[in-house]
Every structure is written in structure tokens, then in C-alpha cells.
């Protein structure tokens, strides 16, 4: 059943976007913390390499005032890759875009925030997460559990799986209380203890956490994913890399094409059985 859903949704991506593919553009600063300019920098370098062998173009910019309704309307995916839109307007303009259909994937520290009330759509409604409650020290390797294994952009990955290092972040919002959000991963009880401190509240050893969710309401992912281990003590050595791993990139870009392949066809046909699919 897993294998005939993604070629379905492999095959109509391709009737869908032919040779010209897909458009996805990635805002960033690149400029905090070492840890996520390592991230953006992985993410300048995979993506270009992978955008001909899987039809997609990728863009990326520093200039968050293209977040306006002129230039966004051009793209099928938009990635936030270490940071999120402050001024008002490209929040609203934003907020159209994904309202329209535009498809979406944030990155670890794009949910971030203590302070969610200050743009509450973005942080209560749209990720449903709400503030930054703590995280793992220092980035370690998590075993993730496939919450939703025929989801499309979960079908070919295991039941369970190992990650690339990161810091696992947790939220004040209980996503399992929220109908609008499905998990799609979660760290998995062979995880614990994870994190090495050497504070002990960095350290988790029991709980439940989701890493990758969608919002149903919207064509949309968040991927807690991003924040490379850095040897901050020993001249800043890159100790791990966000792509290298092959059955977590499998997640992205079948990721990416869900995203594209749902935004050619959001808001007009819902009653159409592909729709119906594409949505699950």
C-alpha cells in the first residue's frame, strides 16, 4: 500500500510540473548561532544537488521583505530555514500565502519563540506548538518512531529510525490535544536517555515528544531538524552534518513533493478523490 501511494503521488507530481518541476524558496539570516549557520550552509549545498534529479528549482534568499503577496505567489514551497518573518507585514502576507494553499516546511528554530501570543496565528494556530519550553544539550542522534507510516512523505521510511545529531526541542502546547495536528514523528522510548548534559534538565529520559507534525488545516511541516553539533570548545569544528543520512532525506523530499503536489490543487476540487488522498 506504501509503495502504491507514493507512485501515485509520484506520478501525478510529475503530469503536474513536467520538466519545469517545482519552485521552492528558503528564507535565512545565517547569522546566530553557529550550530544553525552550519544547518543553512548544509541546506545551501543539498538542496542544489538534489533539485534536477528530483524536479524541483531552489532559491534562496536573506531578503525576508520578499515575503510580500507579488513574490510569494511564484513559489509552491516556502522554507524558513533559521529564523521567522518580524515585521508585520510579511506576516500578513505570510499568512495569505499559506490561507492560498502555499506549501510550507520550517525548520528546528523557525518555531522558536517565548512569546507566542506576540504573533499567536504563527505559533498557536498554524504550528499549534506554542512557546520554546526547553531542549536536549548537547545535539545527540535520536531514534525517531513513524507515527504515520502511509502519510506520502513518511511511506518509505521505517517504523523506527536514527537520526543525524541535533538538539531535540519540547513545547508549552500538548500536540496530542489538538485535533489539527497530526504527528508524523517522535522520539522513540530507545532514545532515552537522550542528551548528555551536562545540565541534567537537558537530559530526557522518559516522555513524549513530536519532532515532525502537520497541521491539517494547512499544506504545511515542521521539522525540529536544524542545529548541527558544533565543538564550540575546540574551534568551532561542524562535528555533524543534517544530510548525511539517507532515510531522513527520504522524509524531506517526499516531504517537499506532498507539499507541491497538494498546492496545484488546494482550494479547488476538494470533492475530487486525488484531493482526498493528497490531503490524508
Known sequence: MKTVLVTLILGIFAQQYGAEGFRVLAFYHGTWDLAHISFVG???RYFPSIQNEH???YESTTDWSRINDNNLRNYDVIMFLDDLPSDSNQKAAFQRYIEGGGGFIGYHVSAFTQSANDWSWYHNTFLGSGDYLGNTWRPTSAVLQNEAPSHPALARLPDKFTTQPNEWYKWTRDL???SNIQILLSIHPDSFPLGTGPNPWEIWYDGYYPVVWTNKNYNMLYVNMGHNDIAYEDQNQELSHTFDNAVQ????IDGLKWLASRRSSWNKTPENPLFKVLSK
Not at 249 to 252: D, Q, W, Y
Request: charged share 15%; with cysteine.
Open 42 to 44: 548544509d541546506c545551501q
Open 55 to 57: 524536479g524541483f528549482t
Open 249 to 252: 532525506n527520504r522524509m524531506i
Open 176 to 178: 496530542t490535544q489538538n
